[in-house]
């Protein structure tokens, strides 16, 4: 032990004496790092948000198609669905979208009750009548609002309505209360024109979660317009379109990892002259090839595993403190639509690892497999230089 | 008397089969013994550096045998070939190859380094041979900043830190004025007074007929004269 913090002591002094060439990798190395980061913490943090909305949301909606077209679902479809066995409640929802042009936002507009047990209100009330709404705080925060201001919305005979906050409320995930309204259910069937026998989709709850897609099979037999979408189809669906989203970005990154590794290799091969003196002098002073590649792993973990936690915590930096700016455009994808929200910070401590191992072991390989034609050099030949 | 060296009928060749082949020893055999001081002589190229190299096991011959305290070491692998340098032999070079740019002590401390000895125990010898050098003022100095007499007191200083039983010097004069190499010589004589065994390489005549010698061994076209 003592033999190897003596060796890990004089790598260090070997890696101060050579800062020039030693800075230059550092500096690439942690901007290839920070980018594989930041993509994976991205990924890993947009997912969790996902599962958040889904955790609190229902176990099965029902949707209904015409003509492969999303459309409004007459209520009285929820009466053969009850009727299942299995089936612990269905509940019709109201909800659609609504463009804000001047904000530039896309916001969710929603009526009252919906799965109101993921709904924590901050400030004030929920709202009970026409004209009243409550909002998450990400609107709030976009707009500048609080509870008792008032909102103006555009209605869809083209009216303007204006909207006093009762209350502000919040979730376990941004991404939900990020972009939504909740309006008395009426009031939101007024603002869309939206006819009271008709619900937007209807929310099944059941008691065994593993009877979901069982029970999808038998609501379209009972209902063959319909289309009911499992939890886990929807979070399926939120992981395909992120893994491929930072599938690729990754193989993009992948490029400037392996030139990198080129980098690296090269500056390593390339041992100069004055290396290879000093590896001579050590050996023929009494180190041997094993003393000699020890000190050069030592090098290469240092500067490793120094620019992989630079990186990681630039890739952190760059996440959660400045909302990924670089690269939330090409994951999130629908984000110039939706309001600016915060990540909840997620890391998957597997991926981190396999990111380590990506990145640290090649170079390692590079700073030691190169020495090793140095390391078994002959002392004799530091005797005749 | 046992011999602390023995080296027997050594031949070494470089660039065997190549059309540059060289016979740097033919068939030497050498018995030197402990506390004696020897210096190989000869003219440039007669194989000098070759058999300190042999001697300091720093390369293995072609062909023969050498023995430290009869144990042979011409086959040993190479990690503990490297020990038995380590432990045995110190090295004062031509060129003195020191680092350039570390310090006096982490170049004297060199030896040491790859060695379980505790932090402690090194910095205590590093002081006491600094001392014994004339060092301790130049400690922290990098070595690019000495004169070439401090550099190859560094060097000698460096060659006795694993205290050494046989201390190696190939042409330790060649790049000193007179005064350097004769308190050159001194320092080596008060290493032999100690009991350290000399084996030095030199074409020098101030060393070759130094009183300090107690044996001179002439070579010649890569065998003993």
């Known amino acids: 032990m003592t033999r190897q913090w003596k060796l890990l002591d004089y790598a260090l002094a070997s890696l101060l004496r050579r800062k020039g060439k030693n800075l ?63 089936v612990k409640s269905v509940q019709p929802r109201v909800w659609g979208y609504y463009y804000d042009s001047l904000k530039k936002v896309n916001l969710t507009l929603m009526g009252l009750p919906a799965e109101p047990e993921i709904l924590v209100l901050l400030e004030g009330e929920r709202p009970s009548k026409g004209q009243e709404i409550a909002v998450g705080r990400g609107i709030a925060d976009t707009y500048g609002f609080g509870v008792g201001d008032s909102l ?26 990020n972009d939504l309204i909740l309006f008395p259910e009426a009031e939101l069937r007024r603002f869309f024109a939206m006819p009271t026998n008709r619900a937007t989709d209807l929310a099944v709850s059941v008691y065994n979660p593993r009877e979901v897609a069982t029970l999808a099979q038998k609501v379209r037999y009972h209902l063959p317009d319909s289309r009911p979408i499992g939890k886990t189809e929807i979070l399926h669906t939120y992981d395909t379109v992120f893994h491929w989203r930072s599938g690729m970005l990754l193989t993009v990154s992948l490029a400037a990892l392996i030139a990198f590794c080129i980098l690296a290799w090269d500056k390593a091969t390339g041992i100069s002259a004055d290396e290879r003196r000093e590896i001579g002098i050590l050996k023929a002073v009494g180190w041997d090839t094993t003393d000699v590649l020890a000190l050069k792993f030592w090098e290469g973990l240092a500067v490793s595993l120094v620019a992989f936690l630079l990186g990681t915590i630039l890739a952190w930096t760059h996440t959660y403190v400045f909302g990924a700016g670089l690269l ?20 998957d401590l597997y991926q981190l690892f396999i990111l380590g191992m990506l990145t640290v072991t090649p170079y390692i390989a590079c700073t030691v497999i190169p020495s090793w034609k140095a390391a078994i050099t002959d002392p004799d030949s530091v005797m005749r230089s | 008397m046992t011999p602390l060296i023995q080296i027997d009928q050594v031949s070494q060749t470089f660039n065997r089969h190549q059309p540059d082949e060289v016979q740097a020893l033919r068939d030497v055999s050498l018995d030197l013994q402990t506390g004696e001081t020897t210096v190989l002589t000869g003219p440039s190229g007669s194989g000098k550096t070759s058999l300190l190299s042999l001697i300091g096991c720093m390369a293995r011959p072609t062909s023969g045998r050498v023995h430290l305290e009869q144990r042979e070491v011409t086959r040993l692998p190479e990690r503990f070939l490297a020990e038995v340098r380590r432990e045995n032999f110190g090295f004062v070079f031509q060129q003195f190859n020191l680092l350039r740019d570390l310090t006096v002590t982490d170049n004297i401390l060199l030896p040491l380094t790859p060695t379980s000895l505790p932090a402690r125990e090194m910095r205590n010898r590093a002081e006491e041979v600094l001392e014994r050098f004339d060092l301790t003022r130049r400690a922290t100095l990098k070595v690019r900043q000495l004169s070439g007499g401090e550099q190859q007191r560094v060097a000698i200083a460096r060659a006795l830190i694993n205290r050494p039983r046989v201390l190696i010097a190939d042409e330790p004069t060649a790049h000193l004025d007179h005064a350097l190499a004769e308190g050159l010589m001194e320092l080596l004589s008060s290493l032999k007074t100690d009991g350290t065994t000399l084996i030095l390489a030199s074409h020098d005549p101030f060393v070759i007929d130094h ?10 076209d890569g065998a003993l004269a």
């Open chain 1, 152 to 177: 103006l919305l555009i209605d869809a005979a083209g009216e303007k309505q204006l909207y006093r906050i009762t209350g502000l409320f919040e979730t376990g995930s941004d991404l939900l209360t």
């Open chain 1, 24 to 86: 230059s990798i550092l500096v690439i190395y942690t901007l290839t790092v920070a980018t594989l980061a930041s993509v994976l913490f991205l990924t890993q943090s947009l997912r969790q948000e996902a599962t958040k909305v889904l955790s609190g949301g229902p176990d099965l909606v029902v949707q209904r198609l015409m003509a492969g077209r999303h459309e409004l679902v007459p209520l009285n479809y929820a009466d053969p669905i009850r009727k299942l066995p299995g």
């Open chain 2, 211 to 220: 009183p300090l010698i107690d044996r001179r061994v002439q070579l010649h």
């Open chain 1, 328 to 347: 939330a455009p090409v994951i999130q994808g629908w984000s110039v639509l939706f309001p600016d929200f915060d990540l909840t910070p997620s890391v």
